[in-house]
């Protein structure tokens, strides 16, 4: 492939990012924004046209003669070069995972450039607001095209930089500064994990390059030479650590604190970092070292059990908020943790991988079908902010008679999650669950309680925003949003519907095995039965207005106090963080540096001034006294000796 296209696909952001960082203030805000929406526009049609040659094209570069998509390096440039084969190099990778989530990041990064005209429209900072936007495309384009796992956490931070800007943009909020500030930090530490994992595994296997690191990983768990820290080996330990910086990305527990906080940015930014970049690349960090993760069943078991904990954790939070945009930020958090549930049951431990990649494909097939869904849901949200000027659901109600598209759109998305025939979410969750059943019959339970849990939540928003009760919105009526804003509610509400009939297993492919979609009749069936159930629970309290809500809240109040308060994770860290480190350790070293090492340097030095002003008037500039002073000293001397002498 000719490297033309893919440079244009990382530059254009890139450029559009400098442009209207340095000029956007000289330009009127339509104008910004269509050159933003120009630029992604073009990059999404490029970015189809790779996919689209790479998936079809029978060129021996892309295809081997067996049929299966082979990873393509279209250029790679050698930035650093420690050894002949330790590389830092910096380039473009098309392989079947790269060319789907091009597709996936290009796709909602222009439905969210679009939306933006009229949700952003005379927010001050307009061209700003566009500036980041291009510049967060580039860095998770930058992030899926890599070529080695340096360029891709050298993108991985550039990603933080990204979303820490567009959190913050509402800087002269304070509680947008320090969402922006705890995702920034947060991610650091989980970070650091993933640049030591880095480093443990190229020190082993003097490489960074995927390609070297996955066509063959037997090599990499040989090169070790069974080296071992604490009980474990080396390479889980790189492993885990590896994975530490995809749940920092992921927003797993424990590192999930940052998520829900970051709603703090403008809605749109939200369904940008949910949806297709920010927070799934922990799930592609994943998918993309996955052949070496099979290597070490202890790895990915750990995968597993975050995995299964964090969905079920914010299943059950998201079905107590208040704030919408918040329990979509929850519902990401499980969502998320049932892709990495399934990249962990697609490993049988042993360097195999369990039933044909069910588990691995059903990971990337609920990766692309989450993203167009939860974007359309966010976004969906939005409109509806935008409508009524509130987050809050107890400001709502009744909105099906006032929002119609708005209306429509959001009940695809929430039928879509829930995992009802015939929409996306139906196809890629019970490939999950099916993958779960397979690993572990009690992995398998667990995760269809949290689909269960999911339907509730869901439908308990849905009809708490559009049924309900009808409050009075007095003068300002609500109503459907322009056609800027409609138009990536109608798309991705469409896109969630067809979805689930996409060949998905033609495009993406494991080790020359062929996958379909092979739904088990029992699991399907069991899954669909029980999410309607969950819905007809939810639509039994909240489809009226009525005192069931309260009565249950009432029944368990300190269930219901923990799950409204996140259980206390951010309390907790509070705890840690001021109380211990800060209050315990850190105010007892300052107070020891302050009045023992200070005070002792501070008491040489008041010595040393002391003793400096006894003896500055020998230093008075006066030669009679210089010369008198020496007379005495030579006198003093001549005595000393005559007294030594006798």
């Not at 650093?80 to 597709?103: E, H, K, N, Q, Y």
């Not at 939306?115 to 291009?134: D, H, I, N, P």
């Not at 947008?176 to 705890?182: D, E, G, R």
């Not at 998905?504 to 020359?512: E, K, L, Y």
């Amino acid at each position: 492939m000719d490297a033309t296209l893919p440079i244009i696909i990382l530059a254009l952001p890139l450029f559009m990012f400098l442009l209207l960082g340095l000029a956007g203030v000289k330009m009127s805000h339509k104008a910004a924004a269509w050159l933003g929406i120009l630029g992604m526009g073009t990059t999404a049609t490029l970015s189809y046209i790779t996919a689209f040659t790479y998936f079809f094209s029978q060129n021996p570069e892309f295809v081997s003669a067996t049929g299966e998509r082979l990873q393509h390096v279209v250029f790679n440039l050698t930035w650093l070069a420690f050894t002949p084969d330790l590389v830092i190099s910096l380039g473009f990778l098309l392989d079947p995972i790269s060319a789907l989530m091009l597709v996936v990041i290009t796709t909602i990064s222009f439905m969210v450039h679009l939306y933006s005209l009229g949700y952003m429209e005379g927010e001050r900072g307009f061209q700003r607001y566009y500036a980041f936007l291009s510049l967060f495309s580039f860095s998770m384009l930058g992030l899926v095209v890599a070529t080695n796992i340096f360029q891709m956490y050298i993108f991985w931070e550039l990603v933080g930089a990204s979303s820490y800007l567009l959190i913050g943009f509402f800087y002269t909020k304070h509680s947008a500064v320090s969402a922006s500030k705890k995702a920034f930090i947060v991610t650091r530490f989980a970070d650091l994990g993933f640049l030591i994992g880095i480093l443990v595994l190229s020190y082993y296997s003097q490489t960074f390059d995927f390609i070297r690191l996955t066509t063959d990983s037997s090599w990499v768990l040989a090169s070790t030479g069974g080296a071992t820290f604490m009980g474990a080996s080396v390479l889980t330990w790189a492993l885990v650590l590896i994975f530490m910086g995809g749940m920092g990305k992921s927003a797993m527990l424990p590192l999930h604190i940052w998520l829900p906080d970051a709603m703090e940015g403008p809605t749109p930014v939200s369904a940008l970092i949910h949806a297709a970049t920010m927070v799934v690349a922990g799930v592609f960090l994943v998918a993309r070292m996955f052949p070496v993760y099979i290597l070490e069943g202890s790895a990915t078991t750990i995968i597993v059990v975050v995995g299964a904990l964090t969905a079920f954790y914010a299943a059950m939070v998201a079905c107590t908020q208040i704030d919408i945009k918040r329990v979509l930020a929850f519902s990401t958090i499980s969502q998320i943790a049932f892709m990495m549930v399934s990249l962990g049951v697609a490993s049988s431990g042993n360097g195999e991988v369990c039933h044909h990649g069910l588990g691995y494909m059903a990971s990337l097939f609920h990766m692309f079908t989450h993203a167009m869904f939860k974007a359309l849901l966010f976004l969906g949200a939005g409109a509806l902010i935008h409508a009524v000027h509130s987050n809050d659901y107890t400001a709502m109600g009744g909105l099906r008679k006032y929002m119609p598209i708005t209306h429509w759109t959001f009940l695809i998305g929430c039928l879509a999650i829930a995992g009802i025939p015939p929409f996306s979410g139906f196809f890629s969750k019970d490939e999950i669950l099916s993958a779960a059943y397979a690993w572990s019959p009690y992995v398998g339970i667990w995760m269809t309680v949290v689909a269960a849990l999911t339907a509730f939540y869901m439908f308990r928003l849905y009809y708490l925003i559009f049924w309900w009760n009808n409050p009075d919105y007095g003068h300002h009526t609500p109503h459907d949003s322009p056609w800027c804003m409609n138009v990536p509610l109608v798309f991705l509400a469409a896109v969630s519907c067809v979805a689930g009939f996409i060949p998905f297993g033609h495009f993406v492919t494991w080790n020359r095995m062929p996958y379909d979609i092979h739904l088990d009749p029992v699991i399907a069936v069991s899954s669909v039965v029980i999410a309607l159930l969950a819905i007809a629970l939810a639509t039994r309290m909240y489809a009226r207005e009525n005192s069931l809500p309260a009565r249950f809240r009432a029944a368990m109040p300190r269930l219901w106090d923990w799950c409204y308060h996140r259980f206390y994770w951010d309390e907790l860290y509070i705890f840690i963080t001021h109380r211990i480190i800060f209050n315990g350790i850190c105010r007892p070293i300052a107070w020891f540096d302050r009045h023992i090492i200070d005070g002792t340097m501070d008491s040489f030095a008041t010595l040393a001034n002391r003793a400096s002003d006894e003896i500055k008037p020998l230093q008075s500039g006066q030669i009679q006294q210089y010369v008198w002073i020496y007379l005495m000293g030579a006198l003093a001397l001549g005595v000393i000796t005559i007294l030594c002498l006798i």
